[in-house]
């Protein structure tokens, strides 16, 4: 009886033997085989290592010279960064057709990746290990801009605009959609110390320089002695010479009346600012009267910015022209305008932006491609197809978490509001609109153009680290790429 009570329990434990022996994923436990001493080595992979502008995968697959045999307890990395990585599932690789090794990865667009196979995660059946394996790839960056929206004249809006003019404008036509150019604020007085300190930290220049003629009263013609000399254009000259593309700017300042126009202290450009020393009273209203010598005022500041870009013009350099910006300012939302030009409401601003396009044609200045800037939801500002070349937002996100947004509603907005018919560029912003966000949410801004200081500089808006990767992406173009217009 003792014999017989001891039968079945021997069975039983043969049962499990051969069980444990048939199971895949207790291959260590089958019998060892020695006659081979040359461990599984990778003939392949695929992707190629080094495989780069990949469409997002699900796989790779690691092909060795033998058959191989996965251990229990694999030891597989998949970085994103140069040192920070995450281990997969120690089940997550399955061996197919008895030499390859699958991998499971859902990767990411405009992603590089590393994967490391470790010693032991993969053997032969005489326990070889075969050893380190490393590999390389990136994903491609889904450019999900939509072109058919769009429907942009070849030439500028000036048809006796310079050939170097119709170049710029014919390169930024070419390039959007595609590419962003980069750019930087020059400082109050007349410099490219945003742009020379960005290339400090990236080794890249900006491909645009934004000047700014705020300070034109205190300058040759009208005050020679002061301390900017805007007649001077060497600082524009060398950054063109350089390759990089010239913009500018208008603070336009006035006079509060006739009898201060010779006090240049008080030319300022704000309206409706709670601090009373920041306004003018500059009566915009009869801005637009030829008998009033408000019209004569303008006409005299036209004369003198005219006058500039002559001297620019006249050294073949073409100029992106963004004058009277955000002339809406809060008015759409229930508040009141910024500056003074957009003091008097809608229909006198369109006739000064109108008045300052045709003025500057019938004085010879075509080297302008005309840039237009919105605050949103002010249609009815727009001076109109036939006075603008880009139509621009002016950026700042307040919100740390969303600093790189795309910001496509206001993208979208623009475009809707001039059918497709504009270019759109993101004149001015604080944080700069990454390009993985634009390319995501299809909205490509022509350009982007950081404000000076602390929006570039403190490290906080834009990173060095992020400064970094935008201007060394081939998505961005740098001065270095831009050309000659001449």
């Known amino acids: 009886m003792k ?45 190629a290592d080094g495989t780069t502008e990949l469409d997002t995968i699900e796989s790779i697959t690691v092909t060795y010279d033998k058959p191989i045999i996965r251990t229990p307890n694999t030891t597989i990395r998949v970085y994103t960064t140069d040192s ?21 990865i859902n990767t990411k667009p405009n992603t590089n990746y590393k994967v490391e196979i470790l010693k032991p995660s993969v053997r032969d059946s005489s326990y070889n290990f075969a050893a380190d394996f490393v590999t390389t790839f990136s994903t491609r960056l889904y450019n999900l801009f939509d072109s058919t929206k769009f429907d942009i004249s070849p030439v500028p809006v000036n048809e006796n605009a310079t050939e170097p003019a119709k170049k710029l404008y014919s390169y930024l036509l070419s390039q959007f959609g595609k590419a962003t150019l980069s750019g930087a604020m020059a400082e109050v007085n007349h410099n490219t110390q945003n742009a ?125 022209w963004r004058p009277l910006h955000e002339a809406a300012g809060n008015v759409p939302n229930g508040g009141k305008a910024w500056f003074w030009w957009g003091n008097a409401g809608p229909s006198v601003y369109k006739r000064i932006w109108q008045r300052m396009y045709t003025y500057f044609k019938q004085k010879g200045v075509n080297n302008l491609i005309w840039v237009w800037t919105s605050t949103g939801n002010d249609a009815d500002w727009y001076p109109g197809d036939a006075y603008v070349d880009i139509v621009a937002y002016d950026y700042y996100e307040n919100d740390a978490s969303k600093y790189h947004a795309s910001g496509v509603d206001h993208f979208t907005e623009l475009r809707d509001m001039t059918e497709g018919k504009k270019m759109i560029t993101c004149a001015e912003c604080g944080a700069i609109p990454s390009y993985q966000n634009m390319f995501s949410d299809g909205a490509i801004w022509s350009w982007t153009m950081p404000w000076y200081g602390n929006f570039t500089t403190d490290g906080v808006y834009n990173s060095q680290l992020f400064l970094n990767e935008q201007m060394n992406s081939k998505y961005i173009i740098t001065r270095d790429e831009v050309p000659s217009f001449k």
Not at 84 to 104: C, H, K, M, R, S
């Open 196 to 320: 020379d300190y960005i290339n400090s930290l990236t080794g890249k220049y900006p491909a645009i320089n934004t000047f700014d003629f705020v300070h034109f009263h205190q300058s040759a013609p009208l005050n020679p002695s002061s301390w900017v000399d805007y007649t001077d254009n060497s600082i524009e000259e060398n950054w063109a010479n350089n390759g990089g593309i010239v913009s500018y700017m208008w603070h336009w300042c006035v006079p509060n009346s006739q009898a201060d126009e010779k006090k240049y202290s008080t030319y300022k450009f704000y309206v409706n600012q709670d601090d009373a020393s920041q306004n003018t009273n500059f009566r915009t209203t009869f801005a637009v009267l030829p008998s009033r010598w408000e019209y004569k005022h303008l006409t005299r500041d036209m004369d003198i910015i005219a006058d500039y870009l002559l001297a620019l013009q006249a050294k073949g350099i073409p100029v992106l």
């Open 3 to 47: 014999k017989l009570s001891i039968l079945p329990a021997v069975a039983m434990a043969l049962v499990m033997l051969a069980s444990c022996s048939d199971d895949d994923d207790n291959n260590y436990l089958q019998p060892r085989h020695f006659d081979d001493t040359t461990a599984p080595t990778v003939v392949s992979v695929t992707p």
């Open 84 to 104: 920070t990585y995450e281990y997969l599932n120690d089940t997550i690789a399955q061996v197919v057709n008895g030499n390859q090794l699958v991998i499971p």
